[in-house]
């Protein structure tokens, strides 16, 4: 069965202290891999999606990685304005149906 | 409009009360998702919609009703629901067939009582 799962399930960084956040699945072939941010009350805003091991994606401060088995965002000198909800998602080479299987995400918090 | 929108974004309803929610898209889409989204919980997944086809049911309860007249349209209609049932839900779009991103509207709000 496709799996997701995200730690830490919350993260405090003061401003300016950068941090990484996993995303470790199992999915039976992988198709991609994406990340969403999402603020309080809002749907889920698409950020990356990587596709094979070994891939890299950067945003502003933000930059995904992935292996084999996780994905990690790395938040490099972070400002209370990415303070968010970060979801991971994965989806498998066999559905036809696009569809995402998520993890529970990671709460961030960045406090000036 | 751009993007997913949705409608209402908050509901409050009783447990005896028929309404629907609704969504549409802006982005040329022909795949289109209802979305559960419970605190503490993972996104679950509840219909899929290909090309106006039905092609998942998530195993939802029948008190749950989808209807998609076309590509760009998808409604959520509800009947009976119980408080367990109140959440955020979330609809979402995508191009069906590629490795392509699933975008999200902001959501409804539902409170059952």
């Known amino acids: 069965e496709d799996q997701v799962t995200q730690s830490p399930e919350a993260l405090r960084l003061q401003e300016g202290e950068s941090s990484s956040l996993n995303c470790s699945y199992t999915?039976?072939?992988?198709?991609?891999l994406f990340w969403y941010r999402q603020d309080p009350g809002k749907g889920p805003e698409f950020l990356f999606t990587?596709?094979?091991a070994g891939e890299e994606k950067e945003k502003e401060r933000l930059k995904a990685t992935l292996t084999k088995k996780e994905s990690f965002l790395h938040i490099t000198a972070p400002k209370p304005e990415d303070s968010a909800t970060y979801l991971c998602?994965?989806?498998?080479?066999?559905?036809?149906?696009?569809?995402?299987?998520f993890g529970t995400g990671t709460r961030l918090q960045v406090f000036p | 409009e751009t993007g997913v929108t949705q409608t209402p974004r908050h509901l409050v309803m009783g447990m005896t009360n028929k309404k629907s929610l609704k969504c549409e898209q802006h982005?040329?889409?022909?795949?289109m998702y209802w979305y559960k989204q419970s605190a503490k919980k993972p996104l679950e997944l509840m219909f899929v919609?290909?090309?106006?086809?039905?092609?998942e049911n998530n195993s939802v309860p029948s008190r749950f009703s989808p209807e998609c007249p076309n590509s760009s349209h998808l409604f959520l209609h509800l009947h009976t629901l119980q408080p367990e049932d109140s959440a955020l839900y979330l609809c979402?779009?995508?191009?069906?067939?590629?490795?392509?991103?699933?975008?999200f509207g902001p959501g409804t709000r539902l409170t059952v009582l």
């Open positions: 979402a779009s995508t191009l069906a067939g590629g490795y392509n991103e699933q975008f």
């Open positions: 999915v039976s072939g992988l198709r991609g």
């Open positions: 990587l596709y094979s």
């Open positions: 998602a994965v989806q498998g080479v066999g559905d036809n149906t696009d569809k995402l299987i």
């Open positions: 982005l040329g889409h022909n795949a």
């Open positions: 919609y290909n090309f106006k086809e039905q092609t």
